[in-house]
């Protein structure tokens, strides 16, 4: 074992000083064809430096102990990778293993430097769009050929020739239970990151279903002179007024946009979607009092994002909401002891504004995807207290617990707020179990210097 261990530090350290003496060389002064032949060595190392990090990768694959955690959040806590990065490189590790590949021909090729990250995502993804019925040899004359490509040509060719040869493949081999499962494989709505201005792109690509339901939506509400915020009163249902429709300057997209807007206000106004983690469906948005009183500032709802103040107040108007302000004189039940074990709606509304999200070290999951964990575990005496209690995402809720072996809360405190939450990560992730918080949802405070609460 230890001489394992001095193998990979000397080859660790020989590797930082040949990039080191790399980084040294004066590009400028060398030929052009110096600099062409070192380009291409260098790419060919790169792919195959790729290539030991998935061993890397599934080595750690195969020994991560469950009970601390996702190993995607491991990697990207790690790398600071995003999450979906983190997964990715799991998946592509699996496909690419070393003895017992999915991919073999493909896996061979970048071992030997022969192709890239991307002609690995269109071999992937080719096949993952094969039917369940296709064979084995099927499979392996599809990775036979797309990496002969692959090797002699650039990765839009190797796109171009996939599409062709996945297209002859469905032409013999078509059913309907194929086509449904591609779709579904297809199908997604994403919402990307907000811009500075809070506005946010993202991509979709729907069924035939949810085509069909946008259509009649956009015949409704998308419309000249419907749903018109720059009308005195938006007409939102009937015809609209002639002369509204007249004087709409709206493109086709804005009022499809507008549209897509009144349609989920009207659903959420309805109180028809029942209930999510024991509160209405409803928008779910913070601020301080200050913000509230002047209307000036940036607000935060439950799923993370930016919402200018007078867009959260004209909200109001439209949405079953909670205004809550909270202190020690609210009279609100934040303090149940043991009399429930199931956090409130009330103390869920208070967690959403002191948490925001997730407070597992690294994740990224909102407010609207967490459960409520109690500091101290229901079944060994902890109470349903507000100050006794955080937010947590489903998946790392199953790693908390009391052992060394799982991850355990505490939550500092001052005599204003509730601080954040300390995370004492397994003595296999740290042997000396220092704490660790999450700053994605918040920059952190300087802890105060005071007891932990729990």
């Known amino acids: 074992m230890a001489t394992g261990i001095d193998e990979a530090a000397g080859a660790r350290s020989r590797l930082q000083a040949a990039v080191t003496e790399l980084a040294a060389l004066p590009f400028e002064e060398l030929a052009p064809e110096v600099l062409d032949e070192l380009l291409s060595s260098l790419e060919s190392a790169q792919r195959r430096l790729d290539t030991v990090s998935h061993d890397v990768v599934n080595g750690l694959r195969r020994r991560w102990p469950v ?7 491991h990697l990207a806590n790690l790398l600071h990778l995003s999450s979906r990065q983190a997964g990715k490189r799991i998946a592509v590790a699996a496909d690419l293993h070393a003895t017992d590949p999915a991919l073999p021909e493909t896996a061979a090729a970048a071992r030997h430097g022969l192709i890239g990250a991307e002609h690995v995502d269109i071999v992937r993804d080719t096949i993952a ?22 090797v002699a040509e650039r990765p839009d060719v190797l796109r171009r020739e996939a599409a062709t040869l996945l297209a002859e493949f469905d032409a013999t081999h078509d059913d309907a239970p194929t086509r449904e499962r591609s779709r579904k494989a ?49 007409t939102v249902d009937g015809d609209p007024d002639p002369v509204a429709a007249a004087t ?27 209930q999510h983690r024991g509160l209405p469906v409803t928008a779910i948005i913070t601020m301080t009092l200050e913000q509230l009183e002047t209307g000036a500032g940036i607000a935060r709802t439950g799923g993370g994002s930016m919402l200018p103040m007078e867009t959260a107040i004209a909200m109001a108007a439209h949405a079953h909401h909670y205004l809550y302000i909270y202190d020690q004189k609210c009279g609100r039940p934040l303090f149940l002891g043991r009399s429930k074990r199931l956090a409130s709606a ?9 948490d925001a999200g997730c407070t597992m070290p690294g994740c990224d999951q909102c407010g609207y995807h967490c459960d409520i964990h109690h500091l101290i575990e229901y079944d060994r005496g902890g109470t349903t207290d507000i100050d006794r209690l955080t937010m947590v995402c489903n998946p790392n809720h199953q790693t908390a617990g009391p052992s060394d072996e799982q991850w355990q809360a505490r939550r500092r405190y001052d005599e204003e707020s509730l601080g954040q939450t300390l995370w004492y990560p397994p003595k296999t992730v740290d042997p000396t179990r220092q704490p660790r918080t999450n700053r994605h949802h918040r920059r952190p405070d300087p802890p105060p210097d005071k007891p932990d609460a729990a």
């Not at 956009?218 to 005195?232: I, T, V, W, Y």
């Not at 997209?253 to 106004?269: N, T």
């Not at 009330?346 to 002191?354: G, K, N, S």
């Open 186 to 234: 297809r199908s997604e709505f994403v919402l990307g990151p907000q811009d500075a201005d809070g506005m946010s792109r993202g991509r979709f690509c729907v069924d035939p279903e949810a085509r069909a339901y946008l259509e009649i939506l956009f015949a409704k509400l998308a419309r000249p002179g419907m749903c018109n915020s720059a009308d005195p009163i938006p």
């Open 129 to 150: 769009k094969l039917p369940d019925t296709a064979t084995a040899a099927e499979r392996a004359r599809f990775d036979l050929e797309l990496t002969g490509v692959a």
């Open 67 to 73: 009970q601390v955690g996702r190993l995607r959040d």
């Open 248 to 274: 709409d300057t709206r493109t086709t997209g804005q009022r499809q946009h507008d549209a897509i807007k009144a349609g989920l206000r009207a659903l959420l106004a309805s109180g028809e979607l029942g």
């Open 346 to 354: 009330d103390q869920r509304i208070v967690l959403h504004a002191v």
